[in-house]
């Protein structure tokens, strides 16, 4: 039994007293309020008693006590939110949150409020077309998915006015159309003088019978998917109407061969006539039924004396 106790009593208190002394340094290391250096010398006194396990617990302590002594960081914390101290570092953290919030709360809670352009901040050259995309539904579908992503309106219109600014300098960017504009320059002379209605019709028989005129080339000859591309990027204006209906004169009459017409002299003449006296067997057309429409038969009237002089 003696000898048991002399073995493991042996670090705290052996006959010289140094175990006392020890103990003694131990306490006054803790009480000067050292950790590292308390735990460190609990750890040198579990060594030199042979005990592992004490060695072990001491030299955790010294760790833990080595770590607190630094500001806490947060696992992913990026160095720009890191301060010298934690006080530092929580006010960095405030100032970030902070911008978050600011960002957010630039979000609109409705789409439409990625419409609202300031017109009159931005290039003169793109002014209409700002004021276009308010109804264009294209950039509807833009504008919901800057909302979904928290951009915010005025990131998404300095964009937007990049964009159209660089294709202006760039000479590719086409004035704004008018529709109104453009089918008040297809109202042909002989229907000014009627109600607005008939003046409608009008323009309508015009613009369908250079839509005809293509769709005939077509059948003649003409691919079709060229055919389409030319309607596609001439009916929406006046000036494109107009092309097709220079081109019809030229290559359409009575007296005339037709370019595309195949094998025989005004092949493609008598096709346009065929087309045109089909229009004219409608009930629009007949002065005695009661759906008669004057301006559609006027203009059509107009169609015939203009490719062939005569009915």
Do not use: W
Request: with cysteine.
């Amino acid at each position: 039994m003696k000898n048991l106790l002399e073995k493991y009593l042996h670090p705290f208190c052996n006959a010289d007293g140094g175990g006392g002394a020890g103990g003694g340094g131990a306490a006054a290391a803790a009480g000067t309020g050292d950790a590292a250096g308390g735990a460190g010398g609990a750890a040198a006194a579990g060594a030199e008693g042979g005990s592992n396990e004490a060695a072990a617990a001491a030299a955790a302590a010294a760790a833990a006590a080595a770590g607190s002594g630094g500001p806490y960081r947060p696992q992913g914390l990026p160095d720009t939110m890191f301060g010298k101290d934690d006080r530092e570092t929580m006010d960095k953290m405030a100032t970030a949150l902070n911008g978050y919030r600011q960002r957010d709360s630039a979000i609109p809670d409705k789409v439409e409020a990625y419409n609202a352009f300031e017109i009159d901040k931005a290039p003169e050259a793109i002014q209409p077309h700002l004021q276009e995309l308010a109804k264009d539904p294209l950039f509807g579908a833009v504008a919901k998915v800057a909302m979904a992503e928290k951009v915010p309106p005025a990131v998404l219109h300095k964009l937007t006015t990049a964009l159209y600014t660089q294709a202006a300098e760039a000479g590719i960017l086409e004035a704004p159309l008018d529709p109104a504009k453009e089918r008040a320059a297809l109202l042909p002379d002989g229907a000014k003088a009627l109600p607005k209605a008939q003046q409608d019709a009008a323009i309508d028989a015009r613009m369908q019978a250079n839509e005809d005129f293509v769709k005939l080339m077509v059948q003649h000859g003409l691919p079709k998917d060229v055919g389409e591309h030319g309607l596609l990027m001439l009916m929406d204006t006046a000036k494109g109407n107009q092309l097709i209906e220079f081109f019809a004169s030229k290559m359409t009459g009575a007296d005339k061969a037709a370019p595309f017409a195949g094998a025989g002299a005004g092949a493609g003449a008598a096709d346009q006539r065929a087309a045109l006296r089909a229009e004219m067997a409608a009930p629009e057309m007949d002065p005695q039924h009661p759906k008669f429409n004057r301006a559609a038969y006027d203009a059509l009237d107009q169609k015939y004396q203009k490719l062939f002089g005569s009915k």
